[in-house]
């Protein structure tokens, strides 16, 4: 390669890793809803404590009673089966989500592979009693309210992603099977 043709593919290089960075820089609409980049160390912490849970059975174990209600709305979708541990009611802590969240099985959006009926982890979700207090924040979210009447609420969809937002209450992609 001559001089000047290494010196031309330099440029180029150049030239393309700028483009690449202002394209990065430019984030899509739906960006909104995800957390500040920060976020992601205190949830990795909250995976780090929670996927161990992956397989139902072990809920248990970690102080979590079984739920069988599936929680969806018409409109927005599903939450699922919410397995709470009492002792973690009033918990912000990342690594003591109150509750964690399963649904029945579903396809996997990322292999497109059926998990059959068992109940898959899919979401966590932290619960704060509402004693007139200002709603709490986590992972730079302000906790819903009256999801759970009394209590202020938010869910991380850790385990399946959601359409609505990582942090939606509703997940429209769960689906509650028909009484």
């Known amino acids: ?79 699922g089966y919410h397995y709470v541990n009492p002792a973690n009611i009033g918990s912000v802590d990342p690594q003591k989500p109150a509750a964690l969240v399963y649904a029945d099985g579903f396809t996997n959006a990322y292999t497109g592979t059926s998990s059959g009926d068992a109940r898959k982890l899919v979401a966590v979700e932290w619960v704060v009693k509402d004693a007139g207090q200002a709603a709490p924040t986590l992972f730079g979210q302000t906790f819903q309210k009256d999801q759970l009447p009394g209590y202020f609420t938010l869910h991380a969809w850790l385990y399946k992603p959601n359409s609505a937002g990582l942090f939606a209450a509703w997940n429209p992609e769960v689906v509650c099977p028909a009484v």
């Open 1 to 79: 390669m001559s001089p000047r043709s290494l010196q031309g593919a330099v440029k180029a290089a150049a030239a393309m890793a700028t483009a690449a960075a202002f394209a990065l820089t430019a984030a899509p609409a739906h960006a909104a809803s995800y957390p500040d980049p920060a976020a992601w160390t205190q949830l990795s912490k909250t995976t780090q404590a929670t996927s161990k849970y992956g397989y139902e059975g072990f809920a248990a174990a970690g102080g979590y009673a079984r739920t069988d209600t599936c929680v969806a709305d018409p409109a927005s979708g599903g939450m």
